[in-house]
């Protein structure tokens, strides 16, 4: 069985991305991409909403770009080794390999996907995170606070969701980026 994981970068204040829909702030530095890659490589398929897979879809072919570092070759492959599943109302095809489309996010579904996994399952994006979170099928949170606060914009949680979590580890980095870990249900 699968555990199904919410990670999320987010500003000081609780936001993934400003009022003006920019994130350029929450960019990992090596350190921090470095145990992004490491917390990773379990996954075996990620669950993305429309605009966040739009935003990932950059890993297909981010290794072939010129000069890219080791810790940046490393995720691609292992984004791209992952199946991804685009829930979109909208999408037509996928621009990337391993990738399908589904029309709805069905708690059932995904629930049935966890018991039958071999490998974890990561769901990507607060809007689609919100829908799990709701349903109660998220088991761990890996939260990347990083030392900005931007006022406003995307929320990392959904509002009128109460969670008791158990920390199950923190790290701070150079940059200042602190990462918690969590897990549901205490």
Same mark, same amino acid.
């Given at each position: ?140 949170? +890996? ?37 918690? +870990? ?5």
């Amino acid at each position: 069985m699968g555990k199904l994981t919410y990670s999320a970068i987010a500003s000081l204040d609780g936001y993934v991305a400003d009022e003006a829909g920019k994130f350029d702030w929450a960019e990992p530095d090596e350190e921090v991409h470095r145990l992004v890659n490491d917390l990773e490589r379990p996954v075996g398929t990620y669950l993305y909403g429309r605009r966040m897979y739009e935003v990932m879809a950059y890993w297909e072919t981010a290794h072939a770009l010129p000069d890219q570092p080791p810790f940046v070759r490393d995720f691609a492959e292992i984004w791209q080794a992952a199946d991804k599943i685009v829930y979109s109302k909208t999408l037509e095809t996928a621009a990337t390999a391993r990738t399908r489309i589904e029309r709805d996010f069905d708690p059932e579904t995904v629930r049935q996907l966890k018991a039958s996994a071999e490998r974890d399952i990561t769901v990507g994006g607060p809007d689609l995170a919100a829908q799990a979170i709701k349903a109660g099928l998220v088991d761990e949170y +890996h939260l990347f606070v990083t030392p900005i606060v931007v006022g406003g914009g995307k929320q990392s949680f959904p509002a009128n969701v109460r969670l008791n979590l158990e920390l199950l580890g923190e790290r701070r980095f150079g940059n200042g980026v602190v990462h918690l +870990h969590y897990r549901t249900g205490m």
